[in-house]
């Protein structure tokens, strides 16, 4: 149904959930509500996998909110992407904490989400890109 939508060779990037109906596109941004969710579900797991989930949603909501403060033009992109670089580092490395948690489901989506790691991003270096798919009214980047 995306490709028909889209077409086979899609140039923009997609805003997307991980559904695996996606994985054909070249260029995604995996949307970061649907990643607050995920976080949500590791951090409702417990034990070990609560640290993960709620590290994961505390640097997730600091995104959004610098990435807002970006679109409503009170924090300048020079500034996001001075602070970016270090809620990065601190997102892959709860991840890569998510691969050796008990619960088999944490370590999944944490493998996922490495698995994709361009697609966490791409709204932080893709002219009009969001990190979020909300929106969802046809608007696409194109590279």
Known sequence: MARDLLGENYPGVAGTDRYSAYTWLTWRQFCWSHLLRD??????????????????????????????????????????????????????????????????RTVVTCRQLLDGDASLWRFATVSRVEPTNNSANGRYAIR
């Open 39 to 104: 976080f949500q579900k590791i951090l409702e797991r417990g034990s070990d996998s609560y640290p993960i989930g709620w590290n994961l949603k505390l640097q997730a909501d600091y995104l959004l909110v610098l990435w807002a403060r970006v679109r409503d033009g009170t924090l300048p992109y020079a500034d996001f992407l001075t602070e970016f670089p270090a809620v990065q580092t601190l997102i892959r490395s709860w991840l890569t904490a998510g691969l050796s948690a008990s619960s088999s």
